[in-house]
């Protein structure tokens, strides 16, 4: 068949998916005012919609039972399934592209550095601040996508006015991450005297970690920590210090190890594209 034909396929099956415009969506009851890009720009501008959801998938290898866009298409339904739920927002197209390096020994696969990745999202979410769209929802389907942590955090505290956030929290509330006891033990215990301990303030807040990225620490500790330095010892740095050392050194020798296995086993050799070793603009 035509590959024409097969593209024009397959967009008029995604577009049956997707809502056209709030008239549709109130008719329907399936959705409530959500945005696409089916939509004409004066439709978008007028339903005054302030949120975007921005999916983000990856096209890599899913074994020899599922398919390359695995991720791409999770993501996409997982965002839609948002977008019904939560209402009056944009839901755009999902990015299909992610780093996925670790996976290029894989006939298929499609990697972008982390570098292209965190100007792609910063460029379509500063396209939507320009347009008044200042809450924005980034949802990633594929792990390897460490570089959206730190772009999000830095969206955030470039412009206070944008809320970028992560499609989730991370991790549980902790109770001690930042200059409290267990970094507050480790001084104690290398060189006591640099502790100003009449001025230890503990602090816990009520929080998940990922809200650093939203609002920066002092919005959430005035004084900076997050913990209870006050419950501090050098006899807790001790074992912390030396906990942390065997740890290190027992991962360090058995990861050699298991390398040196894997080289004889499977020799090595690159799999990053010259392209991506040689660009000196990336």
């Known amino acids: 068949m035509n590959n024409l034909l097969e593209v024009n396929k397959m967009v008029k099956n995604e577009k049956a998916k997707m809502p056209y415009s709030s008239e549709e969506a109130e008719q329907s009851g399936a959705y409530r005012n959500v945005m696409t890009v089916y939509n004409t720009f004066r439709e978008l501008e007028n339903s005054k919609v302030d949120t975007a959801i921005l999916p983000i998938g990856s096209i890599e290898q899913h074994g020899p039972h599922l398919p390359l866009g695995t991720d791409w298409i999770i993501v996409q339904e997982i965002a839609k399934r948002l977008a019904e739920k939560l209402g009056n927002c944009y839901l755009l197209p999902a990015i299909p592209y992610s780093n996925s390096q670790e996976h290029l020994g894989f006939c298929g696969t499609i990697s972008i550095r982390p570098s292209t990745l965190a100007k792609m999202i910063r460029d379509i979410v500063l396209s939507l601040y320009l347009h008044n769209i200042k809450k924005i929802i980034i949802i990633s389907s594929h792990g390897g996508n460490w570089i959206i942590k730190p772009t999000i955090r830095e969206l955030n505290l470039e412009y206070p006015d944008l809320k970028v956030i992560h499609g989730g929290p991370m991790g549980e509330k902790p109770l001690d991450i930042h200059a409290g006891s267990s970094e507050t033990s480790c001084i104690l215990h290398i060189d006591e005297e640099l502790v100003k301990k009449d001025k230890i303030v503990d602090c816990t807040p009520d929080l998940t970690q990922e809200y650093i990225d939203y609002v920066g620490m002092k919005a959430i ?38 390398l040196e296995e894997l080289e004889r086993a499977c020799s090595r050799k690159s799999i990053i594209p010259k392209p991506f070793i040689s660009d000196e603009n990336g």
């Open 221 to 258: 500790s005035k004084h900076g920590p997050w913990g209870l330095a006050s419950q501090a010892s050098k006899e807790k740095g001790e074992r912390l210090l030396k906990k942390r050392v065997d740890g290190i050194f027992q991962y360090v020798k058995e990861t050699f190890r298991k």
